[in-house]
């Protein structure tokens, strides 16, 4: 019966018209699917092409059951056209190989249709990434900047700092998983479809708000939306006065938890108003607002209202706690404040809001901050070990703090655990996921383990998510440089280099030039360096160096150097003073940089490897070989991997330096053909601005044939 059935489908073409239909549709609702996705067309557009697509497939194939094209070309009913066809010798049909072929193509479409309409297979043209994914949890939420429709340019920080406490005030929700302030404040002033950000940010619900302020009239409105349909779960205009800010936040915040709760079961504190200053507060959400955003001028200017705050609430820990961020980043990020100063006044807001409140979490990350700055300055281990232990205790209380992940993972990584700095990196972002501190930290933990085409990958979209971040471009022309690609890095770095940009890009941009053998272009890209007195300085100290005027280099320290905690000047003054053959000099200026590196078991740790070879050197001229030989025997334990794990280059260039000190020439080579051979060609060591072949540790090999093969190389 069925072969009777198939046979007569055969005959009358049926299943040549229903393969060629479905093959047709098939191709068809690809190009439409692929336009419908470049326009932005809704979902349900392409879901109704679909099924239409599809129910045109019986109806093909029930007129080609009943009609057929005759022998004249008219179109007759089948009945009429097979009685003529009998009447002919050819009149059965020989069909076989093709009709099966085309039925098999017919079952494949609708097979295919189906999965799709029911989301089995996603949709041609539409990447997975594009709908909310199975692992984003329902019980999450995003607060988008609040909107500010007011007129006078303070609302806008007033608005972003009112966005930032309704985040807070929804993260004590311990079931709930929140978007990070940093991840949010990346879709201010843009207009994406709520689809996207959700996939973006991993969440399910978002709040929208706006804050408008005529006087002293305040009024506020906030929205709670599902992201996958746009749905309003919850609404509310709040027409207050300005002193009622406070009560608007935690209220906005109670109600989105609330609304929450009702939909998700969640439970959990959302925190209550605490009575205090109106006006403090107001000025407490534009402080914050103005630090968030990280430029010179606003730095300036929130370190000025946190110390007004300072005044009108002296046992406000978090105010301590924020003048001393502003503080150190504008002074170590934007050379804008004396760093001696800036130091002084750091640690004791520091140690002021730890007093009040040993627990708060604004005054221990600000305590991991700081000392995160003061351990790159100095080396010293110890500092970095106390600020990873404050930011330690901020994990206890505060698990997703996205902010004390970050500096932990540059803490790690700076440690030479990248493994570890990778594991904070990517918990930093799975709260926060477009924080583009932890982002590049990420990016740096995969370079130190060397994974450099992950890292490179991770710069670029860096670069295209954050066009404007400086950071971001430098770090990605490291990493070129790092295989030896300087024409490809120049341009990333003249980039990052540009007006406004901090003063770390035009030193490596100098360090680029020098390499290169472009030495005006170097002394170009230190002119740049102009927008502080502190730039200026700097910049003098790097034009003295690169024109190895070390006699003027000395002199420019001595006369800048007072009796203060910043090892700086006694830095510059220490190579000066080798440089000219002055080793007493040398080591007295070391003893103040690096006074472990002179005790009877030296103490050399991963952050202070070019102090502890610089001082090898000059207790090695002054006669305590033993010392000598401790201190780098120490470099080289600092930079072994008995695990075999990456070693990055300047640890490699380390080692070289150290074995050549030693008088291990076989070892040096060795260690400086594996470097070589790795992409390594920074010749010019922007440590201490010397040529590696006319570098004070390596005087044993500048005469060895093949050490001079090599630098030729």
């Known amino acids: 019966m069925f072969e009777r059935f198939f046979s007569e489908l055969k005959e009358r073409n049926v299943i040549r018209v229903a393969g060629i239909y479905a093959v047709t549709a098939w191709g068809l609702f690809q190009i439409v699917k692929t336009v419908f996705d470049t326009l932005g067309a809704p979902a349900w557009a392409a ?19 009943a009609f057929e094209r005759g022998p004249d070309g008219s179109i007759r009913r089948t009945e009429a056209v097979a009685e003529e066809d009998d009447e002919t010798p050819s009149g059965k049909r020989r069909i076989g190989l093709v009709d099966a072929l085309l039925l098999g193509g017919v079952a494949l479409v609708v097979a295919l249709s189906v999965l799709q309409m029911t989301g089995v297979v996603g949709m041609p043209g539409r990447s997975k990434a594009t709908v909310l ?180 609430e002296p046992k406000n820990p978090s105010a301590h706690a924020g003048f001393a961020l502003a503080t150190m980043i504008v002074a170590q990020n934007h050379l804008a404040l004396d760093f001696a100063d800036a130091r002084r006044e750091a640690e004791a807001a520091v140690n002021r809001a730890l007093a ?105 979209s860096m670069v295209e998510l954050f066009p404007d971040y400086p950071d971001a471009k430098l770090s990605l022309a490291q990493t070129l440089i790092a295989r030896g690609a300087f024409d490809q890095a120049e341009p990333w770095l003249a980039a990052a280099a540009g007006p406004g940009h901090d003063a770390s890009s035009a030193i490596n941009l100098t360090n680029l030039y020098m390499n290169l053998g472009m030495q005006p272009q ?24 690169v024109r190895e005027d070390w006699r003027g280099a000395l002199a420019f320290a001595e006369a800048n150097m007072r009796d203060d905690e910043d090892p700086w000047w006694a830095q510059v003054a220490s190579l000066a003073a080798l ?80 074995y050549a000190e030693l008088g291990d020439r076989n070892r040096a080579i060795a260690e400086l053909r594996a470097a070589i051979g790795a992409g390594w060609r920074m010749l010019y060591d922007m440590e201490d601005f010397l040529w590696l072949d006319r570098h004070y540790n390596t005087r044993g090999l500048h005469d060895d044939p093949e050490f001079k093969a090599l630098i030729g190389q």
């Open 47 to 65: 879901q109704v092409t679909l099924v239409a697509l599809a129910a045109g497939l019986p109806i093909a194939a029930i007129v080609a059951w």
């Open 133 to 312: 994914a199975p692992e984003i949890p329902e019980k999450s939420v995003a607060v988008l900047p609040f909107a500010n429709f007011s007129a006078n340019p303070e609302a806008e920080y007033f608005a972003d700092g009112l966005t930032e406490e309704v985040i807070n005030g929804l993260a004590q929700i311990p079931d709930l998983k929140v978007a990070g302030r940093t991840s949010v404040f990346y879709f201010k002033d843009k207009n994406e479809d709520l689809r996207e950000i959700g996939r973006k940010l991993g969440v399910s619900h978002v709040v929208e708000g706006s804050v408008r302020r005529e006087g002293d009239r305040l009024r506020v409105t906030a929205q709670l939306v599902t992201v996958s349909d746009g749905f309003h779960v919850w609404s509310k205009t709040y027409d207050r006065t300005v002193d009622d800010a406070f009560a608007i936040q935690t209220e906005i915040a109670a109600s989105v938890a609330e609304a929450l709760k009702t939909r998700l079961a969640v439970a959990g504190p959302t925190g209550a108003a605490q009575a205090r200053d109106p006006k403090a507060y107001q000025l407490e959400l534009v402080a914050r607002a103005q630090y968030r955003r990280l430029t010179r001028e606003d730095l300036l200017a929130a370190r000025e209202k946190y110390r007004q705050l300072i005044r009108m």
């Open 356 to 460: 009040l409140d040993p627990n708060n979490v604004d005054a221990l990350t600000a305590k991991g901050m700081v000392n995160l700055v003061l351990g790159m300055r100095t080396g010293r281990p110890d500092i970095f070990a106390q600020g990873e232990a404050a930011l330690k205790k901020v994990l206890v209380t505060a698990p997703r703090n996205s902010d004390a992940l970050a500096l932990l993972a540059n803490l790690a990584g700076r440690g030479g655990r990248p493994t570890e700095a990778e594991d904070y990196a990517r918990r930093a972002l799975a709260v926060d996921p477009l924080n583009r501190l932890a982002q590049g930290l990420l990016a740096s933990s995969l370079r130190l383990q060397g994974r450099m085409p992950e890292a490179e990958r991770q710069y670029r």
């Open 522 to 545: 170097a002394e170009a890209a230190i002119a740049g360096m102009n927008k502080s007195e502190q730039e200026r300085v700097i910049g003098r100290v790097l034009s003295l160096y």
């Open 579 to 658: 440089q000219m053959g002055d080793y007493e000099a040398a080591r007295r200026y070391l003893g103040a940089v690096a006074p472990e590196l002179f005790q009877p078991e030296p103490v050399v740790n991963a952050e202070g490897l070019g102090n502890a070879l610089q001082t090898a050197h000059v207790v090695k001229a002054l006669g305590d070989a033993g010392q000598a030989r401790r201190l780098l025997l120490g470099v080289l334990k600092q930079t072994e991997r008995p695990d075999g794990s990456y070693l990055p280059n300047d640890l490699r260039i380390a080692r070289v330096r150290a």
